[in-house]
Structure formats: C-alpha cells, structure tokens
C-alpha cells in the first residue's frame, strides 16, 4: 500500500470502529513515512470539516522512551471533534477499545514560531488546566509498532480540559489522580511528565518546528500522561484531579 492507502485504512478503523492489523505486520514503513501518513490521514479529517485544534504529546516519561526503544518525544494532532466537554458525557460505541489519561493541558496566547527556549515559554501560554486524554488505538488487541502508533496519529482520539488556571511555573510536582466512580484507579504526579510539563511543551515547540507544522494562538497542548493509560467501560464516571488546578470529568455512556 502506498502512504494515502495507509491513512485511509486507519482513517477508516476510526469512523467504523473496526480494528485493523499494524501497519508493520503489512510492510515495513519508517518513522518518516508515519508521520506523513499521519498528517494524510488528518488532512481526510479536515476534508470532513474538522478544524486543528493543537497537538498531543506522547512518550513522555524517561520509561516510556525506553519501553519503545527511542529517545525522544512522538507527537499527534487534535482537532475540535476530539474535544468532549468537561462534565458532558461521551457514547462508548465511539471507540474500539479507549483508555484515559491523566495529563496538564496548556493554552496557546500567541503564534509560536520556530523552536522557544524553555524560559521564555511564559509569554506564549495564557492558560494551563488539568485534562483527560482519551486513546483508542485503531489497531488489533491495542498493539503496535513506534511507527505504527505515529501513524495511527498517537491513538488521539479525545480530550476532556477543565477550567483554565492562571498559568504557573510551579507546576513540576503536582499529585495527579485518575479515578473511576469516585475510586482511584492510578496516581502519579506532574513530574512523570518529563520532570516538568513545561518542558514537554518546549519539546512540542521544537518538534513542530522540525516537522513545519504550525502552533497557533489558541491551540492547546496536552503535554503527556503522568501514569498508565486505564481501559474504560461504558456506565463509568472518568475524573482527574490535578493538584492546584481543579477536576475534569466526563460520563461513558
């Protein structure tokens, strides 16, 4: 298959909900050749009318890296049909086989161009909150390659963001809670992400750059989980609570 095979394929997955094998299990594609595929198979969702809305970040964590033999960061877009609204509720027949993550979100106040250094991110973030990531590989048995994962767009698939706070150094050790009807179900804390969020958002700031994609004025980042990612079932409340910055919440129905 060629690349806009390879996109349609997974893009497919998505909107049936039918699970497909790796990519890798069909033939041999490079990281290249999957972050061009990713950005095909986006390029099919904005034909269908969504907007970019920001990016993810994923392998965030010193052990996820080495987990997937690989030393730095992957990345994935958003667009506006990912979002769920915090404290709204979400079908479970959306997806094939969903996880949530606990994560720190940022907003965007400005274009960002080019790569930024870490101290001078302050300038660029008007907003940070605490969020939920929703992942669902489109992949058999939520298996898959580095490639096949940066392909498939790094399972984004929804966000839940709570109320905006105002924007915070003093972020790099906050607890982080992921609980499923009022039981928790993982912790960590800000610090697995990276050691400090801020520094997966610079980190997205200079892989957009290497990849000439745009970061624009109010566009979010999800700046990467803090623990595992939890399967969820339908009739389940999903919240997280993140230290200092408030609840986010939504109902699988």
Not at 138 to 167: H, I, M, Y
Request: glycine content about 8%.
């Amino acid at each position: 298959m060629n690349k806009k095979e390879i996109a349609q394929l997974v893009d497919n997955a998505a909107t049936s909900c039918i699970p497909v094998k790796q990519i890798s299990e069909i033939q041999v594609i490079s990281l290249v050749d999957a972050y061009e595929i990713q950005k095909l198979m986006i390029d099919l969702r904005l034909d269908r009318g969504e907007k970019l809305i920001g990016l993810k970040m994923g392998f965030t964590s010193e052990a996820k890296m080495k987990q997937m033999g690989v030393h730095d960061m992957i990345w994935g877009r958003l667009t506006d049909e990912m979002i769920v609204e915090n404290q709204g509720s979400v079908g479970k027949s959306k997806y094939i086989h969903a996880r949530a993550e606990p994560e720190i979100c940022f907003r965007i106040s400005k274009d960002i161009e080019g790569e930024i250094a870490l101290q001078d991110l302050d300038q660029y973030v008007d907003g940070i909150a605490c969020a939920i990531e929703i992942i669902d590989s489109r992949f058999e048995n939520f298996k898959f390659s580095l490639e096949d994962v940066v392909a498939d767009n790094c399972s984004s698939t929804g966000v839940v963001v709570g109320d905006w706070k105002k924007p915070s150094r003093d972020i790099a050790n906050l607890k982080m809670k992921l609980s499923f009807n009022n039981e928790v179900k993982a912790e960590g804390s800000s610090f697995d992400i990276l050691g400090d969020p801020w520094k997966s958002l610079q980190a997205a700031t200079r892989l957009a750059n290497q990849y000439a994609e745009k970061i624009k004025a109010g566009h979010i980042i999800m700046a990467g989980a803090s623990t595992a990612a939890i399967f969820i079932e339908q009739g389940t409340t999903v919240s997280v609570d993140v230290e200092g910055l408030g609840i986010a919440r939504f109902d699988v129905i």
